[in-house]
């Protein structure tokens, strides 16, 4: 399997003058996503959990990182990653102004451990385009 990417032109005014690059990115539509209870028979298989007791911990393992995440602290599971959160608030005159209720939680955010980054980038990637283009061709000529 592999990460489907499409390359999409955006305009760079980093350096000065506008200049239009091209760049690959994620396809919004990738493929099915991978659900708790397809990890479940993954973990069951892989251990000596039985697929019940692998949903019940993924279940669990949600609601103890969120309630941690509720207390401001960064969440760090071994192999995986760190789990924070990202706050933001309105813009204020002064620091006094700044106040809890204009704070709000705008995200959370992974930043994955390096062996778990290592093990990622070793996937192959496929142009999208191409590959209908391809399609497209061998229609054409048929």
């Known amino acids: 399997m592999a990460i ?3 390359v999409t032109k955006k305009v760079d005014t980093s350096k000065g003058a506008p200049k239009e690059l091209y760049y690959a990115t994620a396809k919004a539509l990738q493929k099915s996503p991978v659900c708790s209870v ?3 028979d993954e973990l069951a298989q892989r251990s000596s959990l039985q697929n019940g007791d692998a949903i019940s911990v993924l279940t669990q393992l949600s609601a103890i990182i969120a309630e941690h995440l509720r207390q401001g602290r960064t969440v760090g599971i071994d192999g995986l990653g760190s789990f ?3 706050i933001c608030s309105e ?3 002064t620091p006094e102004n700044c106040t809890a209720d204009k704070v709000k939680l705008s995200r959370i955010c992974f930043k994955s451990a390096p062996a778990f980054m290592k093990r990622v980038r070793s996937a192959r ?3 999208l385009q191409l590959r209908q283009m391809k399609k497209s061709s061998k229609k054409f000529i048929e």
Do not use: E, L
């Open 125 to 127: 990637f496929v142009s």
């Open 38 to 40: 397809d990890i479940a």
């Open 4 to 6: 489907n990417y499409v």
């Open 84 to 86: 924070y959160p990202s």
């Open 91 to 93: 813009g204020v005159d």
